[in-house]
Each structure stands twice: as structure tokens, then as C-alpha cells.
């Protein structure tokens, strides 16, 4: 044991080591970046300036909007850096950070797309105890639990990363810090801390799947009971772009994390990261106002104010 040396930085390999594709890809990522957050920050400007955008599904997507700007911050930066640079070295402890943050954000993502699920479940099988069952209070039960559960449950996930030695090789195939990449690298057996990130992933992404599946099966079936057919058409909108979130990030997060490991990672796993990684954040604030009118009149309304404020300012 005294002759091992342990690792004091990791070298993530990136998507190319083509220094034209490099150059290009941090392009894209810039504009991938900064798409992402305007698009959220617009999205939370709208929700607190409208008055009739008070309700608890904004209230939780002023969450998750903020959720996604914090999420893709905590990778891209430091993505652009490295493509800048020309190369991936990060310091052991900046790479632990990073995956602790990304890992945290990603988890508490998971959580609260079940809470959204249960809000629709109840706005539209349960629309006259709504008010009632999804009060303030509960709304930042919810939302609280959301962010709490995803923390705490990812320091027992880094925690018990951190507990293996890393003597070995510190190449990283890979375009940032993510766990079972790093994991691949412990000089250990692993089967137990594998065990335990199953775990974590059980409660992070089946149960709220399970809640959001089942949510989805009884708001199905209220709305083919409906007698209006625009109440359905709006019923159904508001839950398919939910949905559609919920395929595209569950998805590719447990492909990832609760299939069966091999030895080697591939190019494959880097390409599934891309989706829940870069493309749902960028993907939610357009999916969520695409066809919500309600979005679209709050947008009008602020572009008539800047505007008849530009005039008199002429």
C-alpha cells in the first residue's frame, strides 16, 4: 500500500480530439448555453411579472426552469474551458465537485418532475379540491423535498465514490465528471458502492416514474371522459409536453445508470449523456411554452409594455 501513488487530477477525453471539431464544437456549445438560460430566465421573468401565471404548475416550473439553468452551468463551462484549452486535465477535487453538483441537480430534476405529475394528476381529476390539496404550503413541501431529497441522496452516492482508492488510470471517457464514469477508475471492487447508486437510483427515478406513469394512466382517464372537446384538447397539450420532457430525461438517466456495467465505457455512453445533460435543459423551457397560450399572452403583454414604453421614450 505504501507504493501506490493516488490520483490527483483526472484527464477527460471530451467528444473529439480534432482541434477544428473542438473549435466548432464550442461554438455550438455556446450558442447550446446561452439559448438555454435565456430561454429559462425568460420563462421565470414571465411567471413573476403575470399575475394569472400564479398558480402552483408555474410555481414548480419556475423550478424547474431555475433547476435547468443551475444544471447546465454546473457541465458547459467548464466543457468550453477544456475545448478552449485543448485539452480535459481537472484537479481530483474540482472533479468530485463537479460531480457531486451535477449529480445533485440532475437527482432533484427527477424528484421534481414527479411532484409536476401529481399537480397535473390533481389539477385535472381533482380540479374543485385543487385549490385546497395544492395550497402554498404543500406546494413547497413538494418543491422542498425535491431539492433536499436529490442533495442528501446524492452525498451518500459521492460519499461512498470517495471511500474507494484511485490509483490507477485517471483517463476519462468522457466530456465531464460523472459518476459511473469516475467509478470505472477505482482501484477496488465496486460491486457494493454499485449496489448503493442502485439504490439511490430506485428512489430518484422509479419511484417518481412510478408516480408520474400512474398520475398520467388516471388523467387519461378523466379526460376521455370529458364532455368538452376543447377542455380535452388543453387537458391533453398541457400533459404531452410534460411527458415528453419525462421520456427524453428518464429515459437516457436510467440507460445510464441502472443498467448493467461493463468494463469499458464507450462513445455511446457520452452520446446518452448528451441528451439529459445538454438537450433537456435547453429543450424544457420551448416544450413547456411552445402550445401554452397562457405563456403566449403573458409574452405578448410584456413585449406591448417594452414597446409602448420605446414609443414614449421617442
Given amino acids: 500500500m505504501e507504493n501506490i501513488t493516488f490520483v490527483t487530477q483526472f484527464i477527460l477525453v471530451g467528444l473529439s480530439n480534432n482541434r477544428k471539431t473542438q473549435i466548432l464544437l464550442f461554438v455550438v456549445?455556446?450558442?447550446?448555453?446561452?439559448?438555454?438560460?435565456?430561454?429559462?430566465?425568460?420563462?421565470?421573468?414571465?411567471?413573476?411579472?403575470d399575475s394569472h401565471l400564479q398558480t402552483p404548475m408555474y410555481y414548480f416550473l419556475t423550478h424547474l426552469s431555475?433547476?435547468?439553468?443551475?444544471?447546465?452551468?454546473?457541465?458547459?463551462?467548464?466543457m468550453?474551458?477544456?475545448?478552449?484549452?485543448?485539452?480535459?486535465?481537472?484537479?481530483?477535487?474540482?472533479?468530485?465537485?463537479?460531480?457531486?453538483?451535477a449529480l445533485s441537480l440532475g437527482s432533484t430534476e427527477g424528484l421534481l418532475l414527479g411532484a409536476m405529475a401529481y399537480d397535473?394528476?390533481?389539477?385535472?381529476?381533482?380540479?374543485?379540491?385543487?385549490?385546497?390539496?395544492?395550497?402554498?404550503?404543500r406546494r413547497v413541501q413538494l418543491a422542498s423535498g425535491a431539492w433536499a431529497g436529490g442533495f442528501l441522496l446524492s452525498v451518500l452516492n459521492v460519499g461512498c465514490t470517495l471511500r474507494l482508492p484511485f490509483c490507477g488510470p485517471n483517463r476519462v471517457n468522457h466530456f465531464t465528471c460523472e459518476l459511473p464514469f469516475i467509478l470505472k477508475l477505482a482501484c477496488a471492487d465496486t460491486r457494493m458502492t454499485e449496489a448503493v447508486i442502485f439504490g439511490a437510483a430506485v428512489v430518484i427515478l422509479v419511484v417518481p416514474l412510478s408516480v408520474i406513469l400512474t398520475s398520467y394512466s388516471l388523467i387519461l382517464a378523466s379526460v376521455l371522459q370529458m364532455p368538452s372537446a376543447s377542455g380535452r384538447h388543453k387537458a391533453f397539450s398541457t400533459c404531452a409536453s410534460h411527458l415528453a420532457?419525462?421520456?427524453?430525461?428518464?429515459g437516457t438517466v436510467i440507460s445510464m445508470y441502472m443498467r448493467?456495467?461493463?468494463?469499458?465505457?464507450?462513445?455511446?455512453?457520452?452520446?446518452?449523456?448528451?441528451?439529459?445533460?445538454?438537450?433537456?435543459?435547453?429543450?424544457?423551457?420551448?416544450i413547456y411554452t411552445l402550445r401554452n397560450k397562457d405563456v403566449h399572452n403573458a409574452a405578448a403583454k410584456v413585449f406591448q409594455r417594452w414597446a409602448f414604453k420605446t414609443q414614449l421614450q421617442h
Fill in 66 to 78: 431555475s433547476l435547468e439553468i443551475c444544471y447546465i452551468s454546473s457541465t458547459v463551462p467548464q
Fill in 80 to 101: 468550453l474551458a477544456h475545448l478552449l484549452a485543448g485539452n480535459g486535465v481537472i484537479s481530483f477535487t474540482r472533479c468530485v465537485i463537479q460531480m457531486y453538483i
Fill in 29 to 49: 456549445l455556446l450558442l447550446l448555453y446561452l439559448l438555454t438560460v435565456m430561454g429559462n430566465l425568460i420563462i421565470i421573468m414571465l411567471i413573476q411579472v
Fill in 260 to 286: 448493467p456495467r461493463s468494463g469499458t465505457t464507450t462513445d455511446v455512453d457520452k452520446r446518452i449523456a448528451v441528451f439529459y445533460l445538454l438537450v433537456t435543459p435547453l429543450l424544457n423551457p420551448f
Fill in 245 to 250: 420532457v419525462v421520456v427524453l430525461f428518464y
Fill in 120 to 137: 397535473r394528476y390533481l389539477a385535472i381529476c381533482h380540479p374543485l379540491l385543487y385549490v385546497i390539496a395544492m395550497g402554498r404550503w
